[in-house]
């Protein structure tokens, strides 16, 4: 690479620690292959010695390797008024095996002497001797300091020193860290450019490496990104930072906003291009993975990140892309969606019928019809922006492509609600009546509420003559009251989103009853998810 940025992925460690992230032991390790695989070249795995799941973790690489990447351990210093090589902390830093260890250390002297309630000159010994060990062992050393931003503020030429005896203790990089995340890009730019101008004083020896620098901001002013690219601008050459933004409080710098700005926008090389198509399926598995839902509003990676909805929009886009996108989507591995709604106009019918391969022109009068309808169902409450399926077959409906595969023939739902205090998970019955090719089925189901034993009754009326059903499931249901106004008389619009393991579809339903609307998504998706099935087939 012509002109490298190197990149390093904290989310195993400083994103595991943002609220309602639990990584297990097995979590980690496929998040670590799949970075490993997208070519990210630092990988911080943990704290070895911190838990016992961190230490598994790097035995277990140490038996099976990742193909490119270094996977990195994290440790601080050594503690106070002790000798590096008897603090067991850094003998379990060791024993991870890794060729390279990040050190973070105190650089305010706030932390110093409140936090760590010890002596200025003290600290500076607890960086040299951690380093200057760890060095001594074999060990390549990046060095993060610590509340660097607001230490340099205070006092700065305590923080130079630092600095400084952390390189001539052998560290090879030096990691700017906005701690606290409050410092903003112009100050960042300052800072930066100051003290990059005297580490290069420092660089006495000709033959010895230069020290090359890094930054790991937080987002707790929203401006971690930002604060990440103006560091590179004055000269920094590792960016840390986790995927999606993971991290404590509010986050780290996000690097699937921040690797794309670099690469495409800035000119500096990050990843192989062929790597870089992989960002946003490595963002959404990862969100997967940690159990959290993908910000479809997210830059770059986001599903709506290249979303058009207005009729003008999808007619410019068509004609030209450049006129509403800043970047050709499928450089990071997304893909451009038009957005139908009550603002649609003809060219976003015609986009979505193309996308779903249906034959449609601007004459075809199903094309006006299709319109019409959803101009007419979004008054009452739908809302196919949100439920692409259900759009899908109203498509195929207006087109006389939608041939039914089932008839409900009707359902009642019972549900005893002090029946689920004696047996949690079994307060609802529902029993549905289903014609299939001319046969009548009657089946009965329990769940654990109404939309629940409804889901389960239709899929065991079904599953003899669509096996497949039994790999389709239901990843999530959201209700929203219309018309609150209207007290419990109000309208309810619901949304739900089955799958079948490989591929996500929603499914819409609206009706002043909440069984009613939700029987109308859950039918949906079934029906959906078994013509996906059909065209795979035939395919």
């Known amino acids: 690479m012509t002109n490298p940025i190197w990149l390093y992925d904290t989310t195993l460690r400083d994103g595991a620690q943002r609220e309602g992230i639990s990584l297990s032991l097995e979590d980690k ?272 990676i986001g599903r709506s990140a290249f979303a058009h909805k207005g009729g003008i929009h999808v007619s410019a886009v068509q004609r030209n892309p450049l006129t509403y996108e800043h970047i050709q989507p499928e450089a990071i591995g997304n893909k451009r969606r038009i957005v139908v709604s009550e603002q649609a106009g003809l060219s976003n019918i015609l986009s979505k019928a193309k996308l779903y391969g249906l034959n449609l022109s601007k004459e075809d009068p199903a094309c006006r019809q299709i319109l019409d309808k959803l101009k007419v169902l979004e008054q009452e409450g739908y809302q196919f922006e949100a439920a692409e399926a259900s759009f899908e077959l109203l498509m195929h409906e207006a087109m006389g492509k939608r041939h039914p595969l089932f008839l409900i023939k009707g359902f009642q739902v019972h549900c005893n609600l002090l029946q689920a205090e004696i047996v949690p998970y079994s307060n609802a019955i529902a029993t549905i009546k289903v014609t299939v090719n001319g046969e009548d089925i009657l089946e009965v189901a329990e769940g654990n509420g109404p939309v629940s034993a409804l889901d389960r009754a239709l899929r065991k009326a079904l599953v003899r003559f669509y096996p497949q059903i039994a790999d389709f499931h239901l990843t999530d249901y959201k209700v929203r009251i219309l018309d609150s106004g209207s007290g419990t008389s109000a309208k309810t619009r619901t949304l739900v989103e089955s799958s079948n393991g490989k591929e996500r579809w929603t499914t819409i339903g609206v009706s002043g009853n909440i069984l009613d609307a939700s029987y109308q998504a859950v039918v949906e998706g079934i029906e959906y998810g078994l013509r996906l099935v059909a065209c795979a087939i035939c395919v």
């Not at 390790?29 to 973790?57: C, H, S, T, Y």
């Not at 033959?207 to 937080?218: D, M, T, V």
């Open 29 to 300: 390790l496929k998040i670590a292959r799949k970075l490993d695989q997208m070519g990210i070249p630092f990988i911080e795995g943990g704290w070895p010695g911190a838990n016992p799941k961190d230490v598994q973790f790097f035995w277990q690489l140490q038996e099976q390797p990742l193909t490119q990447a270094e996977v990195v351990a994290f440790c601080s210093t050594r503690r106070p008024n002790r000798k590096a090589e008897e603090d067991r902390m850094l003998q379990a830093i060791l024993s991870a095996g890794t060729r390279w260890v990040t050190i973070f250390g105190k650089s305010w002297d706030l932390h110093v002497i409140e936090g760590l309630k010890t002596t200025l000159e003290e600290n500076l010994a607890m960086i040299s001797d951690t380093i200057a060990y760890l060095r001594s062992q074999g060990r390549r050393v990046i060095y993060d300091a610590e509340h660097w931003f607001d230490g340099y503020k205070h006092n700065p030429e305590y923080a130079l020193l630092t600095l400084k005896v952390a390189k001539e203790a052998g560290a090879e990089w030096l990691v700017f860290c906005d701690t606290n995340g409050g410092t903003l890009p112009q100050e960042i730019s300052q800072t930066v450019r100051e003290v990059g101008e005297t580490i290069k004083k420092w660089d006495t020896d000709q033959n010895s490496p230069k020290i090359q620098l890094g930054i790991h901001a937080h987002n707790d002013g929203g401006t971690a990104v930002a604060n990440s690219l103006s560091g590179v601008l004055e000269g920094v050459r590792m960016i840390q930072g986790t995927i999606n933004g993971y991290g404590e409080r509010c986050g780290n710098a996000n690097l699937c906003t921040i690797i794309p700005n670099l690469q495409l926008k800035m000119g500096y090389d990050c990843l192989k291009p062929e790597k870089l198509t992989q960002l946003t399926a490595t963002s959404r598995l990862i969100s997967e993975i940690v159990n959290l839902a993908p910000d479809d509003h997210a830059p770059f």
